[in-house]
């Protein structure tokens, strides 16, 4: 089996070779070294290009759509459309995220991106929504919030067909801890999120007492955080100070400010996953879309429903991890932990996030300014 040598710069959460060769053989990374190592051994091979920076293909686990497509669709070569466009932009790992809708259309949906991720074009499926607070609902429609349904999720389950990963819950539902339990036993990840809870109930409802191992895109779809009312912001950050969960950040310059970014990467460190939440309008310009049932008008960027709640974000993962370099000063090896190896470790996907061999051979090359050079995903160029 021929060999593919990509040297640079290399960039991961385990640490930083100046001038180093990653050699990828097949669909899979057989080693990472040093330039003078891989000399050593490849005394009569011309010395490969250096391409630049090189880092983990990026692990995007929470995305509704990209480049005029959704994932809250039954259509599955719509889903693979959306897909592609952000493995193309450098995110080799996706997880489809589905919204609130009608309970048949979220199980049809499931079972499309089924399909989808039984072929590799995605990883995984995470369901947000319906058992979400109608006081936080944020761009979910109020219209089909409903407490958790064992038999609903039974139906996702088995239309997902062993693909559903996460799903999203607000911890204060009635019969929440049966659906956590039942997801759990299921294999499925129980994520915290569009909650008007208190602290001590999101707290309890978290590892190690609870279920629950992920917040949803910390501080959105949330109470403010407040020094009298610390809300689910607070223990979101306290469990994931403590390593007992993992908080997303949508590090899009929108969703959350810079001070508030840096305040999440000072207190959750390792345990921050940097995510898109994007929705149909990434990367392309202002205009009408849909998010699940709303519409939604992007302005300036900005994707908002008609209550005005933002809907989704139109950013991809590395123009997030640039703003959390560039506003939050966070250093880039921490930026490029929390876009690859931390969503890795949240979903439990233990073949890409990082730079070693026998994982899969997903690279991002990018510039000194963190441009987008070339893509790598399953050892084949992309870009």
């Known amino acids: 089996m021929s060999e593919l040598w990509l040297r640079g710069r290399v960039v991961t959460a385990s640490g930083e070779i100046d001038d180093g060769v990653v050699t990828v053989r097949g669909e899979y990374i057989a080693a990472v070294e040093t330039l003078a190592d891989w000399l050593a051994t490849h005394p009569d091979t011309e010395q490969p290009p250096h391409l630049g920076t090189i ?23 719509e889903a693979r459309a959306a897909a592609r466009y952000h493995h193309e932009q450098g995110s080799t790992t996706v997880v489809a ?12 949906q499931v079972r499309a991106l089924a399909e989808v991720a039984a072929a590799g074009g995605i990883s995984a499926i995470h369901v947000e929504g319906p058992f979400l607070s109608a006081a936080r609902c944020g761009a979910q429609d109020p219209n089909y919030l409903i407490d958790p349904d064992l038999g609903l999720i039974e139906r996702l389950l088995t239309a997902a067909d062993g693909h559903l990963r996460m799903m999203t819950l607000a911890p204060e539902r009635p019969g929440f801890e049966a659906a956590a339990k039942l997801l759990t036993d299921s294999g499925v990840v129980v994520a915290l999120g569009h909650s008007d809870a208190s602290y001590e109930t999101f707290r309890d409802r978290l590892a190690p007492d609870g279920f629950a191992t992920v917040i949803t895109h910390l501080a959105n779809g949330m109470p403010p955080l ?70 939604v008008r992007v302005v300036d960027g900005v994707a908002r429903v008609a209550s005005g709640s933002i809907a989704g974000g139109t950013a991809t993962l590395l123009r997030c991890l640039r703003w959390v370099v560039r506003e939050c000063g966070v250093p880039l090896a921490a930026a490029v932990r929390a876009a690859t190896a931390t969503p890795a470790a949240a979903l439990g996907l233990a073949d890409v996030g990082e730079l070693r061999p026998g994982l899969r051979a997903d690279a991002v090359v990018v510039d000194a300014e963190l441009g987008l050079r070339r893509v790598l995903r399953r050892g084949q160029w992309l870009t």
């Open 226 to 295: 407040h020094h009298r009312d610390p809300g689910p912001v607070a223990a979101g950050l306290v469990a994931a100070s403590e390593r007992q969960a993992y908080v997303e950040l949508i590090g899009d310059g929108v969703h959350v400010e810079p001070g508030f970014g840096a305040l999440v990467f000072a207190t959750a460190r390792d345990r921050v996953a940097l995510v898109t939440d994007a929705m149909q309008a990434a990367g392309l310009p202002d205009g009408e879309y849909r998010l699940g049932p709303q519409r």
């Open 55 to 77: 880092l983990p293909g990026l692990v995007d686990i929470h995305n509704h759509g990209g480049f005029g497509h959704r994932f809250d669709t039954t259509d599955p070569a």
């Open 97 to 108: 995220s589905i919204v609130t809708a009608p309970p048949d259309e979220m199980v049809a």
